[in-house]
């Protein structure tokens, strides 16, 4: 079925703290805004389930102005495609329509980056952010003994996260070493609100310890995890426990953008000062535009924005915190970069495609992850890749390739062009 | 109308009173259970990996429905969860 098309000044697209601020300040400045998201929660991933339990000064403030702007939001809508040139088409689970706005700001954040290690694919191992995520949505953790490990400052947050929802979070282990930590430390001064974060989440983590430069080799059990053995290089240790929280830090979605044409930057898409991309009256914003967290989210959402609806003036006074955010990401990224190490823990036989339950060993020798796919199927089941494409690209050094539609397993009717639809 | 503050669901067919708010992966989560998924070559069942809909691994029956992203779905009251069928293979 076809709804009628609505008309907008604006559309976002991902109402994470990027999407949100930049829906906004739009829509405070009298723009007709429509902001979608694919799930049926406003915030993203870190501020899901505000809107039931607040816990976040920040969520809240920004969460209140976006209710008051007059937003239009619907959720469980995603765009899957473009019908023409700027002309998008979004998916709901019982409607599509299609729709050309004035422009069009992509938030669509990140995901984890999973590296498979022996016994990754027990149940019990999630992702870092997965089960924080899982954990605001009624996961039960109160008493479980969890391991979170990894890299990057999510550990820090989700086993501050874990803790306070009543987990015995066993250990904090960060595949960075304090060397490459320390160097980072002295750029921190320049953030003053991180290095508050990053001491507040310390004390939230009295009693919980914190090892630099270990990462982990191996989990075992039966039906669930049982242990993870780690190592420094030097020693080894084992860990009883009945969840892990595991995350090699985040990757922006590129799947959207890259099938809207914006070109990238390495791994983020290429934007101007204003966060327009390659694409005229494309704009990007948050983790997409390279991995830096939430704050720096919430500046570039209204930079794009203000941007794309030619407010210049408003601009302005955004551009210092925007460029101070960007090189904050960008030594993020050197900081917590996967060490060499991680990409060598695979075993033959530990699968790497959880989809189609595809092995290391039987990816070796292939030279690109197109022949890879076609031969052992890799990256075909429903993920898409979305799992194995990061990981491949990681440890065989597969290139990013050039995504089809849809972007995710979208139903055939949204594909066909609607002039030809009965 | 005020959202009642508990949701009951069932899980393989066993009832189950949850938080309004909870995920249906959460739920099947707070009935113990912890395998969500039989793998396509077999071995031990699959878990939720990503938590935010993407790596399909915390797929199961939903009010008859296979191969539901559980993590994606919030608990309404009746809504029947389902591990056990093969359908989810
Ligand atoms: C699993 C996970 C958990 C995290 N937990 C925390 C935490 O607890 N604390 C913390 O400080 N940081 C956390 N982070 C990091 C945090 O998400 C970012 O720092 C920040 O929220 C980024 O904001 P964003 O707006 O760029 O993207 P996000 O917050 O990721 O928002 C992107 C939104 O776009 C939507 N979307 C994606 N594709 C489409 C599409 N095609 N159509 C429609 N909608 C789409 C998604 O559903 C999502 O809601 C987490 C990250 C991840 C991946
Ligand atoms: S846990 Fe990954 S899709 Fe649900």
Redesign the interface.
């Known amino acids: 079925m076809i709804s009628p098309m609505p008309e907008c000044d604006l559309l976002v697209v991902g109402a994470g703290p990027a999407g949100v601020a930049a829906a906004t300040v739009a829509a405070e400045r009298g723009r007709a805004v429509l902001l979608l998201d694919d799930t049926p929660w406003l915030g993203g991933q870190i501020w899901r389930g505000e809107q039931q339990k607040p816990t976040n000064a920040q969520a809240q403030t920004w969460l209140n102005r976006l209710a008051r702007s007059g937003v239009r939001i619907i959720g469980e809508a995603r765009m899957v495609g473009l019908e023409g040139p700027g002309r998008y088409v979004i998916e709901t689970p019982d409607h599509h329509w299609t729709i050309q706005p004035k422009a069009l700001v992509l938030a669509t954040g990140a995901r984890e980056l999973f590296l498979p290690f022996p016994g990754w694919t027990l149940p019990g191992i999630l992702g870092a952010g997965g089960l924080q995520t899982l954990v605001k949505t009624g996961w039960p953790i109160e008493g479980q003994r969890v391991v979170v490990a990894g890299s990057g400052p999510l550990l820090l947050a989700v086993a501050a996260g874990l803790k306070k929802a009543g987990a015995n979070v066993v250990g904090l282990f960060e595949q960075a070493s304090p060397a490459s930590l320390a160097r980072f430390g002295t750029q921190l001064i320049a953030h003053p609100d991180k290095i508050g974060q990053a001491f507040g989440l310390r004390r939230q983590l009295a009693g919980v310890p914190y090892k630099l430069g270990w990462w982990p080799v191996r989990a075992e059990g039966v039906n669930q995890v049982e242990r993870l053995v780690l190592t420094s290089g030097r020693q080894t240790l084992t860990v009883d426990c009945d969840a892990v929280a595991c995350g090699f830090g985040l990757v922006p979605s590129l799947e959207l953008p890259t099938l809207l044409g914006c070109l990238l930057d390495g791994e983020a898409v290429a934007v101007d000062a204003g966060q327009q991309t390659s694409v005229q009256g494309i704009f990007a914003a948050g983790e997409l535009t390279g991995i830096g967290g939430n704050d720096k989210a919430l500046v570039e959402g209204q930079v794009a924005s203000l941007t794309a609806i030619g407010e210049h003036a408003a601009v302005f006074p955004l551009h210092r915190s925007r460029n101070g955010w960007r090189n904050f990401a960008r030594a993020l990224g050197k900081t917590f970069k996967p060490r060499p190490e991680l990409l060598k823990l695979a075993e033959p036989q530990t699968i790497v495609c959880r989809c189609e339950d595809v092995t290391y060993s039987q990816l070796s020798g292939y030279t690109s992850w197109r022949d890879a796919k076609l031969q052992t199927r890799c990256g075909m089941g429903p993920c898409q890749g979305r799992i194995c494409g990061a990981a491949t690209r990681q440890l065989f050094g597969w290139g990013m390739e050039s995504v089809r539609p849809p972007v995710l397993a979208a139903r055939v009717a949204s594909l066909i062009p609607s002039d030809e639809r009965i | 109308m005020p959202e009642p503050e508990v949701i009951n669901v069932t899980v393989n067919g066993q009832r189950l009173s949850?938080?309004?708010?909870?995920?249906a992966?959460?739920?099947v989560?707070?009935a113990g259970l912890?395998?969500?998924r039989a793998?396509?070559?077999g071995?031990?069942?699959?878990?939720?990996?990503?938590?935010?809909?993407?790596?399909?691994?915390c797929?199961i029956m939903i009010n008859g429905q296979p191969?539901v992203r559980s993590?994606?779905v919030?608990?309404r009251e009746g809504m029947e969860l389902r591990t056990d069928d093969l359908a989810n293979a």
């Open positions: 949850v938080p309004a708010g909870t995920v992966a959460s739920a989560a707070r912890v395998g969500f793998p396509v070559r071995g031990p069942a699959r878990g939720p990996l990503c938590g935010m809909g993407i790596c399909f691994e797929r191969q993590c994606q919030i608990c």
